[in-house]
């Protein structure tokens, strides 16, 4: 009877793995933000089998799309790792909170007792600085401020920068503020040295920010002009007068004329700028030789006849005089004084005065038969012969 042969089946073996705990997990990143700045935070678990879940939230608020997380078998280790990637801008709503990061692993820690770790945050606003005033044109020695607000954060130190250099401030008593304190600058009695643009720079330690440029043109007003020249003239001889005037800034214009009449062709002007003073120099000179006219005869008007004790009125005009004649009214040679007024007109278009002289009086009986004259002198061509028109009066 043959022999079988007897096999063992070959026992089935199977690989069993232990369960592990997770390390606690590991959260990295920023805990003080400028508002708005979008910023990434990294929470890494690893030893656990099985997988462990990773989530983050702020308070009891969790995060999902703004979390990116992956998941790592190590075969050496038989263990897994999740790291969880936070991209996320917070707000200044979000000061003071805490970012936590969770892993749960009920195998292992139950289901009720996650590993969280967590991180304050500090979130501050974003430094901003703003110029409502770009603009100043002064008057020299009035004092101006040149506004700096910071809008938002919070500014550690503020600088000024003139033509972009650095104003140090202790170097000139005349500027005062330009600090963290207080922001703006303030310039008294301001000068013409102080034109230029200005830049307000504010830093919180981590960001700078600059307003626009302020620019300040200062204006001067020049000095009192001072006119040179003859003042006693002969007809026909050439003269020069010059006029200067100091000191103006933005450039003063300057004219010179005889009574309302502006010389033209006779005068000219020359301007330069002094870059010591920061202002105008004119020079204006008149070459000129003044001639003579002879009024015309002048014209006496007014009642002839005339009650005792009433008023009456008379006037006397001359006109076409150059240089300006004089006149007087008189009965027989009794000068009026008190009665009498005179206006003078220099004519632009003639170049020649008018003179008017009116004369308001109450003539009485004594004076019945005398005569009323008008005397006009004009030595530069009449000498010492005065031309008179008379009225003879009756009363």
Excluded at 177 to 198: F, K, R
Excluded at 258 to 285: H, I, L, P, Q, W
Aim: glycine share 8%; charged share 15%; proline share 8%.
């Amino acid at each position: 009877m043959p022999i079988r042969e007897r096999t063992t089946p070959e026992p089935t073996v199977k690989n069993h793995i232990c369960r592990k705990t997770p390390r606690t997990p590991v959260l990295t990143g920023p805990t003080e933000i400028i508002s708005g700045t979008p910023t990434s935070w990294t929470c890494t678990s690893d030893g656990g089998y099985p997988v462990q879940k990773l989530s983050m939230r702020v308070g009891n608020s969790k995060f999902s799309t703004e979390l990116d997380t992956k998941t790592a078998f190590d075969s050496n280790t038989q263990t897994y790792t999740v790291t969880g990637t936070l991209s996320w801008a917070p707000t200044t709503a979000n000061d003071g909170q805490t970012l936590y990061c969770d892993v749960t692993h009920p195998e292992t820690i139950g289901p009720n007792n996650p590993q969280t770790v967590s991180l304050p945050l500090t979130v501050k606003s974003p430094l901003d600085v703003d110029a409502p005033q770009t603009q100043f044109n002064p008057t020299t020695g009035e004092t101006i401020s040149l506004t700096c607000i910071i809008t938002s954060g919070t500014a550690t130190q503020v600088r000024w920068y003139k033509n972009n250099k650095l104003v140090i401030m202790a170097a000139n008593l005349r500027f005062s503020g330009g600090n963290a304190n207080t922001p703006s600058l303030t310039i008294t009695q301001v000068q013409l040295t102080d034109a230029g643009s200005y830049i307000c720079g504010a830093t919180d330690g981590s960001a700078t920010r600059n307003t626009t440029t302020i620019t300040v043109s200062p204006k001067a007003t020049p000095q009192p002009p001072t006119l040179t020249g003859p003042s006693t003239l002969t007809p026909g001889t050439l003269y020069t007068w010059t006029c200067v005037s100091l000191g103006g800034y933005p450039e003063q214009t300057m004219s010179i004329r005889v009574e309302n009449s502006v010389f033209t062709n006779e005068a000219t002007f020359k301007s330069e700028y002094d870059d010591s003073s920061k202002a105008f120099r004119v020079t204006g000179t008149l070459v000129w030789s003044p001639g003579t006219t002879t009024p015309q005869t002048p014209v006496l008007t007014g009642p002839a006849s005339v009650l005792s004790g009433t008023s009456n009125t008379w006037t006397c005009v001359s006109t076409g005089g150059y240089p300006e004649q004089t006149m007087s009214i008189r009965v027989d040679n009794s000068v009026f004084r008190n009665d009498v007024t005179f206006n003078t007109v220099y004519d632009e278009s003639s170049k020649t005065y008018r003179v008017t002289g009116t004369l308001v009086w109450s003539p009485t009986t004594t004076y019945n038969g005398e005569t009323l004259y008008c005397d006009v002198l004009h030595p530069d061509t009449l000498g010492n012969s005065p031309q008179t028109p008379h009225h003879k009066h009756q009363y």
